[in-house]
Protein backbone atom coordinates (compact mmCIF):
# COMPACT_ATOMS: atom_id res chain seq x y z
CA UNK A 1 0.00 0.00 0.00
CA UNK A 2 0.82 3.36 -0.72
CA UNK A 3 -0.02 5.56 1.90
CA UNK A 4 -0.80 9.32 0.80
CA UNK A 5 -1.43 11.71 3.70
CA UNK A 6 -0.78 15.12 1.89
CA UNK A 7 -2.64 18.28 2.95
CA UNK A 8 -4.80 18.45 0.54
CA UNK A 9 -4.64 14.64 -0.93
CA UNK A 10 -5.10 16.18 -4.75
CA UNK A 11 -7.30 13.72 -7.11
CA UNK A 12 -5.34 14.26 -9.99
CA UNK A 13 -1.98 13.56 -8.15
CA UNK A 14 -3.29 10.24 -7.27
CA UNK A 15 -4.47 9.95 -11.16
CA UNK A 16 -1.14 10.60 -12.44
CA UNK A 17 0.96 8.87 -9.83
CA UNK A 18 -0.96 5.82 -10.57
CA UNK A 19 -0.73 6.37 -14.31
CA UNK A 20 3.28 6.44 -14.44
CA UNK A 21 3.60 3.36 -12.38
CA UNK A 22 1.48 1.42 -13.82
CA UNK A 23 3.55 -0.17 -16.26
CA UNK A 24 6.12 -0.87 -13.43
CA UNK A 25 3.20 -2.76 -11.72
CA UNK A 26 1.54 -0.48 -9.78
CA UNK A 27 -2.15 -1.17 -9.14
CA UNK A 28 -4.70 0.72 -8.63
CA UNK A 29 -5.62 -0.68 -5.23
CA UNK A 30 -2.32 -0.05 -3.69
CA UNK A 31 -3.17 3.69 -3.65
CA UNK A 32 -4.38 4.53 0.13
CA UNK A 33 -5.60 8.71 0.66
CA UNK A 34 -5.00 8.37 4.50
CA UNK A 35 -5.97 11.22 7.39
CA UNK A 36 -3.71 11.89 10.13
CA UNK A 37 -2.17 14.15 12.69
CA UNK A 38 0.68 14.76 14.57
CA UNK A 39 -2.04 15.46 17.89
CA UNK A 40 -2.98 11.75 17.09
CA UNK A 41 0.09 10.02 16.78
CA UNK A 42 0.37 10.84 12.95
CA UNK A 43 -2.28 7.94 12.09
CA UNK A 44 -6.12 8.73 12.59
CA UNK A 45 -8.16 7.33 9.44
CA UNK A 46 -6.94 4.61 6.80
CA UNK A 47 -8.33 3.11 3.80
CA UNK A 48 -9.71 -0.33 4.00
CA UNK A 49 -6.83 -2.51 1.94
CA UNK A 50 -6.86 -3.47 -1.58
CA UNK A 51 -9.70 -0.99 -2.52
CA UNK A 52 -8.73 2.06 -4.75
CA UNK A 53 -9.30 5.62 -4.45
CA UNK A 54 -12.98 6.53 -3.75
CA UNK A 55 -13.00 10.11 -5.38
CA UNK A 56 -16.46 11.88 -4.00
CA UNK A 57 -17.94 15.09 -7.08
CA UNK A 58 -19.81 16.97 -5.30
CA UNK A 59 -21.87 20.44 -6.53
CA UNK A 60 -19.57 23.32 -6.15
CA UNK A 61 -22.14 25.93 -4.74
CA UNK A 62 -24.06 23.71 -2.35
CA UNK A 63 -20.84 23.21 -0.81
CA UNK A 64 -19.29 26.74 -0.60
CA UNK A 65 -22.59 28.15 0.19
CA UNK A 66 -24.74 25.63 2.52
CA UNK A 67 -21.90 23.69 3.50
CA UNK A 68 -23.88 20.54 1.91
CA UNK A 69 -21.79 17.44 -0.20
CA UNK A 70 -24.86 17.28 -2.68
CA UNK A 71 -23.54 14.55 -5.36
CA UNK A 72 -22.98 16.58 -8.82
CA UNK A 73 -24.17 15.58 -12.24
CA UNK A 74 -21.87 13.62 -14.29
CA UNK A 75 -21.73 16.39 -16.83
CA UNK A 76 -20.87 18.78 -14.42
CA UNK A 77 -18.01 20.36 -14.96
CA UNK A 78 -17.77 22.99 -11.84
CA UNK A 79 -18.23 20.04 -9.82
CA UNK A 80 -15.64 19.83 -6.48
CA UNK A 81 -13.87 16.58 -6.12
CA UNK A 82 -12.56 15.52 -2.45
CA UNK A 83 -11.26 11.78 -2.59
CA UNK A 84 -12.10 9.50 1.15
CA UNK A 85 -9.54 9.58 3.45
CA UNK A 86 -10.25 6.05 5.31
CA UNK A 87 -12.35 5.23 8.07
CA UNK A 88 -11.23 5.30 11.74
CA UNK A 89 -8.07 3.19 13.25
CA UNK A 90 -9.76 0.71 15.60
CA UNK A 91 -11.22 2.39 19.43
CA UNK A 92 -10.74 5.41 17.48
CA UNK A 93 -13.89 7.92 16.44
CA UNK A 94 -14.44 10.61 14.42
CA UNK A 95 -17.09 13.23 14.01
CA UNK A 96 -18.01 16.36 12.41
CA UNK A 97 -19.88 19.17 14.09
CA UNK A 98 -21.16 22.61 13.53
CA UNK A 99 -20.15 25.94 15.21
CA UNK A 100 -22.26 24.82 18.84
CA UNK A 101 -20.97 21.34 18.84
CA UNK A 102 -23.54 19.60 18.00
CA UNK A 103 -23.05 16.65 15.76
CA UNK A 104 -23.73 16.48 12.31
CA UNK A 105 -25.12 13.90 9.84
CA UNK A 106 -23.79 12.39 6.57
CA UNK A 107 -22.59 15.16 3.95
CA UNK A 108 -22.12 17.94 5.92
CA UNK A 109 -19.50 19.82 6.09
CA UNK A 110 -18.59 21.04 9.58
CA UNK A 111 -15.85 20.69 12.29
CA UNK A 112 -13.66 17.44 12.04
CA UNK A 113 -13.05 16.00 15.91
CA UNK A 114 -11.62 12.78 16.94
CA UNK A 115 -10.79 10.50 20.04
CA UNK A 116 -9.19 7.85 20.45
CA UNK A 117 -6.16 5.84 22.37
CA UNK A 118 -3.72 7.40 20.63
CA UNK A 119 -4.62 11.22 21.03
CA UNK A 120 -2.76 13.33 22.99
CA UNK A 121 -3.42 15.31 26.10
CA UNK A 122 -2.29 18.64 25.32
CA UNK A 123 0.67 20.43 24.13
CA UNK A 124 4.06 20.55 26.17
CA UNK A 125 4.07 23.96 28.16
CA UNK A 126 1.03 25.48 26.03
CA UNK A 127 -2.25 25.63 28.33
CA UNK A 128 -3.68 27.98 25.94
CA UNK A 129 -3.57 25.63 23.17
CA UNK A 130 -4.08 22.89 25.05
CA UNK A 131 -6.99 24.48 26.21
CA UNK A 132 -8.63 25.35 22.23
CA UNK A 133 -7.44 21.92 21.45
CA UNK A 134 -10.11 20.50 24.01
CA UNK A 135 -13.80 23.20 23.06
CA UNK A 136 -15.75 20.72 24.82
CA UNK A 137 -16.14 19.02 28.44
CA UNK A 138 -16.67 15.39 26.32
CA UNK A 139 -12.97 14.62 25.60
CA UNK A 140 -13.24 15.32 21.83
CA UNK A 141 -10.21 17.21 20.36
CA UNK A 142 -10.60 19.46 17.56
CA UNK A 143 -8.36 18.74 14.49
CA UNK A 144 -8.31 22.28 13.12
CA UNK A 145 -9.90 20.84 10.11
CA UNK A 146 -13.15 21.33 8.25
CA UNK A 147 -14.68 17.66 6.79
CA UNK A 148 -17.98 15.65 5.90
CA UNK A 149 -18.34 11.92 6.39
CA UNK A 150 -20.17 9.63 3.71
CA UNK A 151 -20.32 6.30 4.22
CA UNK A 152 -17.82 5.81 7.20
CA UNK A 153 -15.12 7.68 5.01
CA UNK A 154 -13.26 11.07 6.29
CA UNK A 155 -13.61 13.61 3.17
CA UNK A 156 -11.36 16.62 4.12
CA UNK A 157 -12.59 19.90 2.78
CA UNK A 158 -9.42 22.53 3.84
CA UNK A 159 -8.04 23.70 7.27
CA UNK A 160 -9.63 26.31 9.21
CA UNK A 161 -6.93 28.61 10.00
CA UNK A 162 -7.21 28.67 5.60
CA UNK A 163 -10.34 29.68 4.85
CA UNK A 164 -11.85 32.33 3.33
CA UNK A 165 -14.76 33.95 3.50
CA UNK A 166 -15.93 36.38 0.56
CA UNK A 167 -19.94 37.35 -0.53
CA UNK A 168 -20.98 34.33 2.16
CA UNK A 169 -19.34 32.11 0.62
CA UNK A 170 -16.63 29.90 1.93
CA UNK A 171 -13.36 29.20 -0.16
CA UNK A 172 -10.20 27.22 0.29
CA UNK A 173 -6.76 28.00 -1.32
CA UNK A 174 -5.47 25.02 -2.83
CA UNK A 175 -7.50 24.56 -5.76
CA UNK A 176 -6.66 28.04 -6.51
CA UNK A 177 -3.02 27.44 -5.84
CA UNK A 178 -2.95 24.42 -7.96
CA UNK A 179 -4.66 26.03 -11.07
CA UNK A 180 -2.35 29.37 -10.61
CA UNK A 181 0.90 27.25 -10.53
CA UNK A 182 0.23 25.02 -13.91
CA UNK A 183 0.47 28.70 -15.65
CA UNK A 184 3.55 29.29 -17.38
CA UNK A 185 5.40 31.41 -16.20
CA UNK A 186 4.64 30.83 -12.64
CA UNK A 187 6.59 28.40 -9.84
CA UNK A 188 5.15 25.21 -9.60
CA UNK A 189 4.05 24.51 -5.88
CA UNK A 190 5.11 28.43 -4.97
CA UNK A 191 1.66 30.10 -4.54
CA UNK A 192 -0.13 30.99 -1.59
CA UNK A 193 -3.82 32.40 -1.67
CA UNK A 194 -5.19 33.79 1.55
CA UNK A 195 -7.21 36.26 3.48
CA UNK A 196 -6.39 39.55 4.32
CA UNK A 197 -8.57 41.52 6.74
CA UNK A 198 -9.55 44.91 4.82
CA UNK A 199 -9.42 47.27 7.95
CA UNK A 200 -11.68 49.87 6.09
CA UNK A 201 -14.10 48.10 4.11
CA UNK A 202 -14.10 45.89 7.58
CA UNK A 203 -13.99 42.65 5.17
CA UNK A 204 -11.51 40.14 3.96
CA UNK A 205 -9.95 40.30 0.78
CA UNK A 206 -8.33 37.07 -1.69
CA UNK A 207 -4.83 37.99 -2.14
CA UNK A 208 -2.47 35.41 -4.24
CA UNK A 209 1.16 35.53 -3.83
CA UNK A 210 2.91 33.60 -6.65
CA UNK A 211 7.08 33.29 -6.98
CA UNK A 212 8.32 33.90 -11.00
CA UNK A 213 11.49 34.48 -13.03
CA UNK A 214 9.63 36.94 -15.03
CA UNK A 215 11.33 40.22 -14.30
CA UNK A 216 9.86 42.08 -17.67
CA UNK A 217 6.96 44.69 -16.90
CA UNK A 218 5.10 43.55 -19.88
CA UNK A 219 5.04 40.03 -19.33
CA UNK A 220 4.12 40.43 -15.32
CA UNK A 221 1.43 42.26 -16.34
CA UNK A 222 -0.10 39.42 -18.95
CA UNK A 223 0.54 36.79 -15.73
CA UNK A 224 -1.59 38.91 -13.52
CA UNK A 225 -4.23 39.03 -16.20
CA UNK A 226 -4.22 35.18 -16.57
CA UNK A 227 -4.30 34.34 -12.40
CA UNK A 228 -7.22 36.88 -12.87
CA UNK A 229 -8.83 35.02 -15.45
CA UNK A 230 -7.91 31.41 -13.47
CA UNK A 231 -9.69 32.84 -10.19
CA UNK A 232 -12.56 34.19 -11.67
CA UNK A 233 -13.22 30.74 -13.53
CA UNK A 234 -12.68 28.65 -9.99
CA UNK A 235 -14.31 30.72 -7.72
CA UNK A 236 -16.46 33.02 -9.53
CA UNK A 237 -14.42 36.11 -7.90
CA UNK A 238 -11.17 37.90 -9.19
CA UNK A 239 -8.57 38.13 -6.82
CA UNK A 240 -8.24 41.71 -4.65
CA UNK A 241 -4.71 41.83 -5.43
CA UNK A 242 -2.04 39.81 -7.08
CA UNK A 243 1.88 39.77 -6.10
CA UNK A 244 4.27 38.14 -8.45
CA UNK A 245 7.33 38.11 -6.53
CA UNK A 246 11.25 36.16 -6.70
CA UNK A 247 11.81 32.58 -6.40
CA UNK A 248 12.19 31.82 -2.69
CA UNK A 249 10.20 34.01 -1.15
CA UNK A 250 6.96 31.75 -0.40
CA UNK A 251 7.45 30.67 3.19
CA UNK A 252 7.45 27.00 3.30
CA UNK A 253 7.42 24.15 6.39
CA UNK A 254 10.21 21.69 6.15
CA UNK A 255 7.71 19.14 4.97
CA UNK A 256 7.44 21.49 1.72
CA UNK A 257 3.49 23.28 2.82
CA UNK A 258 2.79 26.31 2.36
CA UNK A 259 2.81 28.73 5.13
CA UNK A 260 0.22 31.10 4.24
CA UNK A 261 0.07 32.74 7.85
CA UNK A 262 3.94 33.54 7.16
CA UNK A 263 3.09 34.99 3.53
CA UNK A 264 0.08 36.78 4.51
CA UNK A 265 1.97 38.76 7.54
CA UNK A 266 4.83 39.76 5.05
CA UNK A 267 2.56 41.08 2.41
CA UNK A 268 0.69 43.06 5.34
CA UNK A 269 4.43 44.19 6.31
CA UNK A 270 4.86 45.04 3.10
CA UNK A 271 7.83 43.01 2.87
CA UNK A 272 7.25 40.67 0.12
CA UNK A 273 9.69 42.59 -2.24
CA UNK A 274 12.47 43.68 -0.10
CA UNK A 275 14.79 40.32 -0.87
CA UNK A 276 13.50 37.93 1.59
CA UNK A 277 15.11 34.45 1.29
CA UNK A 278 12.42 31.49 2.64
CA UNK A 279 12.51 30.89 6.17
CA UNK A 280 12.33 27.00 7.05
CA UNK A 281 9.93 26.58 10.06
CA UNK A 282 11.39 22.36 11.86
Not at 227 to 244: M, W, Y
Request: a neutral charge; proline letters at 8%.
Amino acid sequence: MAFNGAEPVNPATIERFTARFAPYGFRPEAMAPVYGLAECSVGLALQPPGRAPVIDRVRRDALLVDGRAEPAAPDDTFALQFPACGQPLADHQIRIVDEHGRELPDRCEGQLEFKGPSATTGYYRNPEATRKLFPHSDGWLDSGDRAYMMGGDVYLTGRVKDLIIRGGRNLYPYELEQAVGDLAGIRKGCVAAFASHDPQAGSERLIIVAETRLNQADHLAELRQKIQSVSIEILGIPPDDVALVPPHTVLKTSSGKIRRSGVRELYERNALQRGHRALWLQ
